[in-house]
Each structure stands twice: as structure tokens, then as C-alpha cells.
């Protein structure tokens, strides 16, 4: 049976994946946007 | 990611959880919102290259987003909680698996730009790589899969927005499709690849919010402990039809993500040495969106709601944490997940249809602005043909997209050798493919669904071995890039100004 550690270290890790996501995301869009090179 | 464990389109009548004045006002703003973006990034897509490859400059940030979005459909986010309703922990893992097939794509994303620079399709990759042996069932693979997701794409659209807010199925179906047409139609890749962009953190965000939303009100712990007394199989680390679903969904992934043209059309899309970053980002921030979705579907019985509907569990829990926000919001996510893979779907079977069979048919060279043209009717003509078999929504017509789990897993081996080796030859791709295809059938009928890809690919794999070994070729890979020299390039108008550049 999977434990109670790995179901939180899932849940907590996908959330902070997909924030981390997020601000990944913007950040190259900032850098790109700073360089000209969106497209 | 497109497979489903259950019929997806098995929607059982459940009580909306928006009203239908808020769906239609949230429909009508994203729809302007999108067609606006279309017009705005429309400016740009005056050449067919701009077009059809957004210029061949698209940098990091929009590459990764495109990536992200596209792998998010809707069914991946109201899916996902069923399938971790359905086989538990695994579930969730198994649907996280599809984003291995984007990790694997990253490398082959640059090679694909290198011996092909000024390549449009997968097809017609194939067909230089094997002649018209390959090309042609790849060719068939290829239109069967775009069609039939673009058609279950369209029918999600009409479903999920009657279950979300009770406006009508004829309705919602419509309005998501000539939405995606019209702004489709207006930038053609840039308002793909940019739209991605906006809907990718949309969702991510929407994602993040509904998860800690539960977290406030439930205790891992307590998910835990409720799923052990009520449902220990969901928690099993020994589940055999979650482990071979994991393996499945894997496979499928693989096969969704080579053989696509959406994907191959984005690798040639994006700057030089972009793409395999891009690709292998987007892999790492799809990953746990199964996983955070599946969260929904676990917690469900801890947080008491009840599942007499299963396929709409992920929007119940999320209106009963967050109430009318929360439904706006699930509305949000899903209609960007929508629409973010019809638009993908649109544009890439348009370059099919343009470079694969109008081109190819047309005598002599094909003038750039009427490359264009063609590209602009075909995505009407899609549009209308996913229009015209959505609306009388029946439902075992999207069963049909799962028969493509078996027919793209026996393209995975006539892909990744005819990329990189020299001994691939024809006889051995053409005959993987469609044995593999029919193999996979097979086991599909036979069996079940979830060993249809892994036969598929598993024979697919044997024969083209097989085939490789017993009539070998050698490709000459700098034949490729001489062949695109040879291609004369599409007659440019006087008029016509090239696309790209830095905005």
C-alpha cells in the first residue's frame, strides 16, 4: 500500500511543480520579451 | 494526452454547476478574448511559412508554453480525477507517464529542425525518408488521429459545457469550434503558439488554486486513511490493470507525441537549439498536472462529496471548496484546455492537407500566397467536417479515437530509426506500421483497451527489427537537406511580406 509519505510528497510536489510552472513560464516571457526574441 | 480509461463521452445527466447566464457571459468574453488575439498575432501570418511555422523564430517561453498546453486537453483535466477515482495512485502516475513522451520528443525536436530546416510535416519527413511505402499509411495514421481527436475535441467541448453550466450541447460544441477556427484561421500559428501561451499559466494557475483549496479543507492524511477503510485497492502499489495502464498510457504518449504533426510542426516552429529545451521544459511542467488533478478524485470521499457521477467529479469538488468561483474557475481551465488542443489540431492537419496532398498533387510549384489560401480552406473545411459529425453526438463515435492507441504505438520504431539511423529502410517501416496497427487492433478487440498500444508497439517493434535486418538500406541523411535545396520555394507574391522577426 502506498504510505501517507508518498501521497504528500506527490501532492506537495505536483503543487509546487506547477507554480514553479507558472514563474518559470513568465520569467522566459520576461527574457524573451527583454531580448526580442518571442518570435 | 488523450486517452481515457473509461468512455469519456459517457457523461450521466448531473445538475449544472454554473448557471447558464454565467456560462454564456464567460463563453462570449474567452471567445473575443481568443478571436481578438487571432486578429492581433493575424498581422504577422501574411506568408505561408509565417503561417503554417510562425516564422521559425519562436523562442523559449512560447515554445514550452505550447508544449504544455497542447498536452493539457480537457481530458486531462477532467479525466485525470476519474482515472485516480478509477486506479487509485497509479492512475494518477499512469496519466503523469504521457509526459515522458514529451521528454523523449526533446531531442528529437532538434534533430528534426537540423535535417529538415525548412520542413512543414512528419509526412513529409516519411515520405523522403521511405518513399511513398511509409508515407502513405503514415499518411493514413496521421489523418485518422488528427480527425478523430479534433472530432472527440469537439464533442468534449459541447459535453463539458453542459455539464459546467447547462447551456446546450448543440450550442457549446459550436461556439468552442468556430472559435478555434476563427482565431486559427486569423494567425494561424502565431495565435496557436501565443494563445498557448496565455492558456498554459491559466490552467496551471486555475490547477494550483482548486489543489490548495482542498489542502485547507482536508488532511492528506485523512485522504489517506479514508481511501484505506473505503477503497484500499485505490492505494494498492500492486494493481494490475493500473500497472498495465501505466505501461499503455506510456506507449501511447510515445506514439501521440512522434507521430503527430503537432508536434513536428512546433519543433520546426521554434528558433534554432529552442526546441529541445522547450520540450524537455514542457514535459517537466505537464508532469504533475495529472498529479494534482488526480488529487480531486482521491479526495473526493474525505472531503464526503458524492460520486454518483464520476466523470464530474473534479468540477463537484472544486464548486463545493471554492462555490461559484470555483466552478467559474474549472470553467476557465477547461475551456482553455479545449481550445488550446483544437487550434493545435487545426493548424497541423492543415499542413497535412496543404504540403502532404495539394501540394503534392498540384503540377509544378505552388505559389506562396496560394499555400495560404489552401491552408485557410482547409481549416474551414476541417472545422466544418468535426462540425457536421460532432453535432449529432453520438456517443460511441469517440470511442473511435482510441483505436489510434494501437495505430500510433506501431509508428514509434519506423520514427525514431528512420531519424536516426541509416539501415531503416521502407519495406521494414511500412511493414511495422501496418502490422503493428492491425496487431494492436487486434488485442485491443480481443483483450481490452489497455493492452492495444502495448501489442501495437511491442509488434511493431519485432517487425521492423526484423525488417531492418533481413533488407537493410542505407540512408543517406544529407540527402534530406539536398532534397531541400532542390524544392524549389514557394513562389512568393510581390505584394506578400515576409513574417517573423522580433516583436
Known amino acids: 500500500m502506498f504510505t501517507v509519505w508518498f501521497l504528500?510528497?506527490?501532492?506537495?510536489?505536483?503543487?509546487?511543480?506547477?507554480?514553479?510552472?507558472?514563474?518559470?513560464?513568465?520569467?522566459?516571457?520576461?527574457?524573451?520579451?527583454?531580448?526580442?526574441?518571442?518570435? | 494526452m488523450t486517452l481515457t480509461v473509461v468512455n469519456f463521452f459517457n457523461l450521466l445527466a448531473v445538475g449544472p454547476v454554473l448557471d447558464q447566464t454565467a456560462g454564456y457571459v464567460m463563453l462570449a468574453l474567452f471567445s473575443l478574448v481568443w478571436i481578438g488575439l487571432g486578429l492581433w498575432?493575424?498581422?504577422?501570418?501574411?506568408?505561408?511559412?509565417?503561417?503554417?511555422?510562425?516564422?521559425?523564430?519562436?523562442?523559449?517561453?512560447?515554445?514550452?508554453?505550447?508544449?504544455?498546453?497542447?498536452?493539457?486537453?480537457?481530458?486531462?483535466?477532467?479525466?485525470?480525477?476519474?482515472?485516480?477515482?478509477?486506479?487509485g495512485v497509479w492512475g494518477s502516475l499512469a496519466y503523469a507517464t504521457a509526459s515522458f513522451g514529451l521528454f523523449a520528443f526533446a531531442p528529437?525536436?532538434?534533430?528534426?529542425?537540423?535535417?529538415?530546416?525548412?520542413?512543414?510535416?512528419?509526412?513529409?519527413?516519411?515520405?523522403?525518408?521511405?518513399?511513398?511505402?511509409?508515407?502513405?499509411?503514415?499518411?493514413?495514421?496521421?489523418?485518422?488521429?488528427?480527425?478523430?481527436?479534433?472530432?472527440?475535441?469537439?464533442?468534449?467541448?459541447?459535453?463539458?459545457?453542459?455539464?459546467?453550466?447547462?447551456?446546450?450541447?448543440?450550442?457549446?460544441?459550436?461556439?468552442?469550434l468556430l472559435v478555434c477556427v476563427l482565431y486559427t484561421l486569423c494567425g494561424g500559428m502565431y495565435a496557436v503558439i501565443g494563445t498557448d501561451f496565455i492558456q498554459s499559466v491559466i490552467i496551471l494557475v486555475g490547477l494550483v488554486v482548486v489543489?490548495?483549496?482542498?489542502?485547507?479543507?482536508?488532511?492528506?492524511?485523512?485522504?489517506?486513511?479514508?481511501?484505506?477503510?473505503?477503497?484500499?485497492?485505490?492505494?494498492?502499489?500492486?494493481?494490475p490493470a493500473a500497472l498495465m495502464a501505466l505501461f499503455n498510457n506510456m506507449l501511447f504518449g510515445f506514439g501521440e507525441i512522434f507521430h503527430s504533426n503537432v508536434w513536428w510542426s512546433r519543433a520546426l516552429a521554434m528558433r534554432e537549439g529552442v526546441g529541445a529545451k522547450a520540450y524537455f521544459l514542457g514535459g517537466l511542467l505537464w508532469?504533475?498536472?495529472?498529479?494534482?488533478?488526480?488529487?480531486?478524485?482521491?479526495?473526493?470521499?474525505?472531503?464526503?462529496?458524492?460520486?454518483?457521477?464520476?466523470?464530474?467529479?473534479?468540477?463537484?469538488?472544486?464548486a463545493n471548496l471554492l462555490g461559484y468561483a470555483g466552478a467559474m474557475l474549472v470553467f476557465v481551465v477547461v475551456f482553455c484546455s479545449l481550445a488550446s488542443s483544437?487550434?493545435?489540431?487545426?493548424?497541423?492537419?492543415?499542413?497535412?492537407i496543404v504540403n502532404d496532398i495539394l501540394e503534392r498533387a498540384a503540377p509544378g510549384a505552388v505559389a506562396d500566397a496560394t499555400k495560404r489560401r489552401w491552408a485557410s480552406f482547409s481549416i474551414i473545411g476541417l472545422g466544418l467536417v468535426a462540425w457536421c459529425v460532432a453535432l449529432p453526438n453520438i456517443g460511441t463515435l469517440a470511442t473511435v479515437l482510441f483505436f489510434a492507441g494501437p495505430m500510433v504505438g506501431s509508428c514509434i520504431w519506423p520514427i525514431v530509426g528512420?531519424?536516426?539511423?541509416?539501415?531503416?529502410?521502407?519495406?521494414?517501416?511500412?511493414?511495422?506500421?501496418?502490422?503493428?496497427?492491425?496487431?494492436?487492433?487486434?488485442?485491443?478487440?480481443?483483450?481490452?483497451?489497455?493492452?492495444?498500444?502495448?501489442?501495437?508497439?511491442?509488434?511493431?517493434?519485432?517487425?521492423?527489427?526484423?525488417?531492418?535486418?533481413?533488407?537493410?538500406?542505407?540512408?543517406?541523411?544529407?540527402?534530406?537537406?539536398?532534397?531541400?535545396q532542390d524544392i524549389p520555394p514557394a513562389l512568393p507574391l510581390p505584394s506578400s511580406s515576409p513574417a517573423g522577426g522580433a516583436s
Open chain 1, 8 to 39: 504528500q510528497s506527490l501532492v506537495f510536489g505536483g503543487i509546487v511543480l506547477c507554480s514553479v510552472g507558472v514563474i518559470v513560464l513568465l520569467t522566459l516571457f520576461y527574457f524573451d520579451s527583454k531580448d526580442k526574441r518571442i518570435w
Open chain 2, 41 to 87: 498575432w493575424g498581422r504577422r501570418a501574411k506568408s505561408y511559412d509565417g503561417f503554417a511555422v510562425a516564422g521559425r523564430n519562436v523562442g523559449l517561453a512560447l515554445g514550452t508554453a505550447t508544449a504544455v498546453a497542447t498536452w493539457i486537453t480537457s481530458n486531462t483535466t477532467m479525466m485525470a480525477p476519474l482515472f485516480a477515482l478509477q486506479l
Open chain 2, 108 to 176: 528529437m525536436s532538434g534533430r528534426i529542425r537540423r535535417i529538415m530546416p525548412k520542413g512543414y510535416t512528419a509526412v513529409e519527413f516519411i515520405g523522403r525518408r521511405y518513399g511513398l511505402a511509409g508515407s502513405v499509411p503514415f499518411l493514413v495514421i496521421s489523418l485518422f488521429y488528427a480527425l478523430t481527436w479534433l472530432i472527440s475535441m469537439s464533442m468534449a467541448g459541447g459535453k463539458l459545457l453542459l455539464v459546467l453550466s447547462g447551456i446546450p450541447y448543440e450550442v457549446g460544441m459550436s461556439v468552442v
Open chain 2, 211 to 239: 489543489a490548495v483549496a482542498i489542502l485547507l479543507h482536508v488532511e492528506i492524511a485523512d485522504v489517506h486513511q479514508q481511501l484505506s477503510q473505503r477503497r484500499p485497492m485505490l492505494l494498492s502499489v500492486a494493481f
Open chain 2, 287 to 318: 508532469l504533475p498536472v495529472p498529479i494534482v488533478a488526480g488529487f480531486l478524485g482521491l479526495a473526493a470521499p474525505a472531503l464526503g462529496i458524492g460520486i454518483s457521477e464520476p466523470d464530474t467529479v473534479g468540477p463537484l469538488v472544486a
Open chain 2, 342 to 352: 483544437i487550434d493545435s489540431l487545426l493548424a497541423a492537419t492543415s499542413d497535412l
Open chain 2, 418 to 484: 528512420g531519424l536516426y539511423f541509416r539501415r531503416p529502410s521502407p519495406v521494414a517501416a511500412c511493414t511495422a506500421m501496418v502490422m503493428g496497427s492491425g496487431a494492436g487492433l487486434i488485442a485491443y478487440f480481443a483483450i481490452d483497451w489497455f493492452v492495444g498500444s502495448l501489442v501495437g508497439a511491442a509488434t511493431s517493434g519485432i517487425v521492423f527489427a526484423l525488417g531492418v535486418w533481413l533488407a537493410p538500406s542505407n540512408f543517406d541523411f544529407q540527402s534530406l537537406l539536398d532534397k531541400e
